[in-house]
Structure formats: structure tokens, C-alpha cells
């Protein structure tokens, strides 16, 4: 099976949704996705200096 390529702006728009509240799960079901792929999509996008929001509403809500 060959190597599905994904734009950086479809890769941002599932980060986006997996930091919105949709669960790794809904997303693999949704658009057929690998777990992996999704875990280093969002791992780069922590990695490049991007503050994921689920982080910053913890904090604002929880005080986490």
C-alpha cells in the first residue's frame, strides 16, 4: 500500500479538531487516518512553537 500525502493545511485542520475536542479516535473514523499519523502531525505542530488550545482552555478553566 503506497504512502498517502497530506497538505500542511489538511494536517493543521486535523490538529485543529483534535485540539477543538474531537477525540484521535473520531478522526481516524472520520477521514481515515493512521493513530501515528495524527500523534506526529500534532507532535510538529507542538514542536514548531504552536500552543495547542486544549492546553491553553485547561489552563484558562482548570488551572491545570
Request: proline share 2%; charged share 20%; hydrophobic share 35%.
Amino acid at each position: 500500500m503506497g504512502k498517502n500525502s497530506y497538505t500542511d493545511e489538511f494536517k493543521k485542520q486535523i490538529v485543529m479538531l483534535y485540539q477543538n475536542g474531537k477525540s484521535i479516535i473520531e478522526i481516524i473514523n472520520e477521514y481515515g487516518i493512521s493513530k501515528s499519523a495524527i500523534y506526529n502531525w500534532i507532535k510538529s505542530f507542538d514542536n514548531s512553537g504552536y500552543i495547542p488550545w486544549k492546553w491553553i482552555r485547561c489552563a484558562i478553566i482548570r488551572n491545570c
